[in-house]
């Protein structure tokens, strides 16, 4: 079905929007998973250590142990699911430290436009390929945003998590939405695919280390730099102008046709 094409031929109604969280939500990648990881390999004798420029090629993997798994077959270094289960346990103390902490930020515009959305009736999910530990830890240190959030849905709850379309298809029936009446925020590839792979109109703010994304802009219903806030205007780089400076409730009713 084309984006904003209501099954019955008239204009699609807004009704829930999903949102991914690493990269989307907030900064959690470079200064939130990644040290916690760093960490986790000390604590456990793995014999990893991931910079920047490292971490941003694991991140073509969706799903963090995932990535250990394949970090682990390309230097031979054999670890069993009860290891990959401790080392998970592990890292969530860590990354949950962090967090509490204050070193992850959420990105521009997402307070403002989740308030936004939910003042105006429209829901707010979670949709994320990432445990619920973690997004537990990003919402109880901001615990002005989870009454915000309708529901939350993990990779904890499906087999296959991104760029599979499972996540997004159990969003839609726990929320009881038809795919024509919301819309997906992403910022990778995975996210992107699995959105569309459910039938979902996508909205991009991509990551800087998504550098396959770029060649697929045009399967996203628009791509902005960032949700905007006072100060720190959305540049558009694909799709309808922006005209209020800012992604606002208008602008995504707008890109769905509603």
Same mark, same amino acid.
């Given at each position: 079905?084309?984006?904003?094409?209501?099954?019955?031929?008239?204009?699609?109604?807004?009704?829930?929007?999903?949102?991914?969280?690493?990269?989307?939500?907030?900064?959690?990648?470079?200064?939130?998973? !990644?040290?916690?990881?760093?960490?986790?390999?000390?604590?456990?004798?793995?014999?990893?250590?991931?910079?920047?420029?490292?971490?941003?090629?694991?991140?073509?993997?969706?799903?963090?142990?995932?990535?250990?798994?394949?970090?682990?077959?390309?230097?031979?270094?054999?670890?069993?699911?009860?290891?990959?289960?401790?080392?998970?346990?592990?890292?969530?103390?860590?990354?949950?430290?962090?967090?509490?902490?204050?070193?992850?930020?959420?990105?521009?515009?997402?307070?403002?436009?989740?308030?936004?959305?939910?003042?105006?009736?429209?829901?707010?999910?979670?949709?994320?390929?990432?445990? !619920?530990?973690?997004?537990?830890?990003?919402?109880?240190?901001?615990?002005? *945003?989870?009454?915000?959030?309708?529901?939350?849905?993990?990779?904890?709850?499906?087999?296959?998590?991104?760029?599979?379309?499972?996540?997004?298809?159990?969003?839609?029936? !726990?929320?009881?939405?038809?795919?024509?009446?919301?819309?997906?925020?992403?910022?990778?590839?995975?996210?992107?695919?699995?959105?569309?792979?459910?039938?979902?109109?996508?909205?991009?703010?991509?990551?800087?280390?998504?550098?396959?994304?770029?060649?697929?802009?045009?399967?996203?219903?628009?791509?902005?730099?960032?949700?905007?806030?006072?100060?720190?205007?959305?540049?558009?780089?694909?799709?309808? *102008?922006?005209?209020?400076?800012?992604?606002?409730?208008?602008?995504?009713?707008?890109?769905?046709?509603?």
């Amino acid at each position: 079905m084309v984006p904003g094409l209501a099954a019955g031929g008239g204009m699609a109604m807004l009704n829930v929007v999903f949102w991914d969280v690493d990269g989307t939500l907030a900064d959690t990648e470079m200064d939130g998973h !990644r040290p916690a990881f760093n960490q986790a390999f000390k604590e456990l004798g793995l014999p990893f250590h991931w910079d920047r420029e490292e971490y941003a090629q694991r991140l073509e993997i969706p799903g963090g142990l995932r990535r250990v798994q394949q970090a682990c077959l390309e230097v031979g270094h054999p670890i069993s699911a009860s290891q990959l289960e401790q080392l998970r346990d592990c890292k969530r103390r860590h990354y949950s430290e962090r967090v509490a902490s204050g070193h992850v930020g959420w990105r521009p515009g997402v307070r403002r436009i989740l308030a936004e959305l939910a003042s105006a009736g429209i829901a707010n999910w979670i949709v994320t390929s990432s445990g !619920r530990a973690s997004v537990s830890a990003l919402l109880q240190a901001n615990t002005d *945003a989870t009454s915000m959030f309708s529901g939350i849905v993990t990779a904890d709850d499906v087999d296959r998590g991104k760029p599979a379309p499972d996540l997004y298809q159990l969003a839609m029936d !726990r929320a009881v939405v038809p795919p024509d009446q919301a819309l997906a925020i992403e910022d990778s590839l995975a996210g992107l695919d699995s959105a569309r792979g459910a039938g979902l109109a996508c909205l991009l703010t991509p990551s800087p280390w998504e550098t396959a994304l770029p060649a697929r802009f045009g399967d996203a219903i628009a791509v902005v730099d960032q949700l905007g806030d006072p100060g720190q205007p959305t540049t558009v780089i694909s799709g309808p *102008a922006c005209v209020e400076g800012s992604v606002t409730v208008k602008y995504l009713q707008e890109l769905l046709g509603g």
